[in-house]
């Protein structure tokens, strides 16, 4: 978990504080205390690693725990308008731009991946979405259930993504296709 959130941080501090990779104590305290993606972040951290404490059998310790995982995470989609599930597979250095209404189920999410406000990764039994390391969602993107992006992606503002998609392409529409199939999205990122 604590593995997980240095990288998250580090994410922040790169996209939100100009690069700055040894900021002041004050600038992180301002970083934690403005920005609602990282809170809602750090609360999917936290309760995941309730989660994996249960699978390894820790359960005494994941009881006295999970109250306040779901009182923070009440929180965070009342408050933010963020719902991650525990049950998302979500690598390093996720960030998340703009908060309010985003919803992320059971999925699988690769590592330094960017969403804005409004996105929506979609569960459905029997089909995980799958989403590779570097990619950028763009808000109001909807990636229906059992779908496959490949890393780099970009998904564009809107796009509706209801079938696969390769590495390093640009895709855009509802249905979403394929605009660039050779897209550099480094400074998206």
Known sequence: MISHIKKDLQRYYKIELNGN?????????????????????IIYRFGRHIRDLVEDGK?????VMHPLYKILNWI???AFGIDISQDADIGS????GHFGG???QKCNIG?????????????????????GSSVWMGAHAYISPGVTIGSHATVAAGAR???????????M???ARVLSANYDNSRLL
């Open 21 to 41: 990779m040894n900021p002041s104590t004050m600038a992180i305290a301002r970083l934690l205390i403005d920005n609602a993606g990282l809170q809602a972040v």
């Open 59 to 63: 359960g005494l310790a994941a009881s």
């Open 76 to 78: 965070a989609c009342k």
């Open 93 to 96: 250095g996720f960030y998340i």
């Open 102 to 104: 985003i919803v992320i």
């Open 111 to 131: 590592e330094n991946c960017s969403i804005s406000q409004q996105v929506n990764i979609i569960f459905q039994e029997d089909a995980v979405s799958t989403i």
């Open 161 to 171: 993504v209801d079938s696969d998609f390769s590495d390093n392409v640009l895709i």
């Open 173 to 175: 529409g509802s249905p």
